[in-house]
């Protein structure tokens, strides 16, 4: 991809993939590397990646899990238009499309975009993590719907994950550990079999990231993991952060 606009292609799980990526807008790293970790090699059916930006996760996946058809969904479509380059950059087209559709609009607009009801297997998303009104933002449009996200809209976020979902459905998200309170509000009568897995920077630090799961419809009871740590106490990269970098190594959750 010959344009200014654009940097890349860069590798990501030990060369599985390469995506190009906006100069100025969101960059794609170790969330994405996670979130996509999280699907078992053996998933089949059809996968949203709800706010794909360059498409990272959902092509990760693709490229592991032959079995499955990836939508990769975002709100910006100069970002469904590079996840969609990206996917026919690495030979996916076949089984990867791109819509841009709005995770928040109302479920008939959500219906119209792709987004219908009792449709997808399995969802993986990485919304937006920064509250609004609490953090300094960017003057670039889409940089700031990449980042920024109220509390009514986590919580339309997690109904959009409910309808669009089958019955027993499974989702995957990763988000920072002070919201698992709202999560699990807005979880509550809509998913069970919900599995916690604290993601720390460092040993001995707080955690920075959790990942969340859950079975549409399922009465069974939460499970907490056991962390996981990507980097040791002086530093360096632990070896099951560095395997699953490098596309080696998978994260249970319990899907």
């Known amino acids: 991809m010959q344009d200014e606009r654009f ?6 799980f030990g060369g599985l993939i390469s995506v190009f990526e906006t100069k100025s807008g969101h960059q794609s790293g170790t969330d994405a590397v996670l979130l996509a ?8 059916g059809l996968l949203l990646d709800l706010g794909c930006g360059s498409g990272v996760v959902g092509l990760g996946v693709a490229a592991r899990c032959h079995g499955l058809k990836v939508r990769l969904v975002d709100i910006d479509a100069g970002m469904v238009a590079l996840a969609r380059h990206n996917s026919l950059h690495n030979g ?4 990867v499309e791109a819509l841009q559709g709005d995770v928040l609009a109302p479920f008939a607009v959500r219906q119209a975009q792709g987004l219908g009801a009792d449709l997808a297997d399995m969802i ?14 960017s003057p670039d449009e889409p940089r700031v719907r990449a980042h920024v996200l109220d509390d009514e809209g986590m919580r339309q976020w997690i109904k959009t ?19 698992l309170p709202l999560l699990l509000e807005a979880m509550q009568g809509r998913f069970g079999e919900i599995h916690i897995r604290p993601v720390h920077g460092k040993a001995g630090r707080p955690a920075m990231r959790i990942l969340v799961s859950g079975v549409k419809g399922s009465r069974a009871p939460l499970v907490m993991l056991e962390p996981l740590v990507l980097h040791d106490a002086e530093g360096n990269r632990t070896p099951e952060d560095e395997a699953i970098a490098r596309g080696h190594s998978l994260i249970h959750m319990g899907l």
């Open 7 to 12: 940097n890349g292609p860069h590798a990501f």
């Open 37 to 44: 970790a999280c699907l078992p090699t053996e998933a089949s």
């Open 92 to 95: 996916l087209g076949e089984r």
């Open 124 to 137: 993986l998303s990485n919304p937006p993590f920064h509250p609004a009104g609490r953090v300094q933002t």
């Open 161 to 179: 994950l409910h309808t669009s979902l089958k019955p027993k459905g499974r989702f995957v998200m990763i988000h920072r550990p002070d919201m």
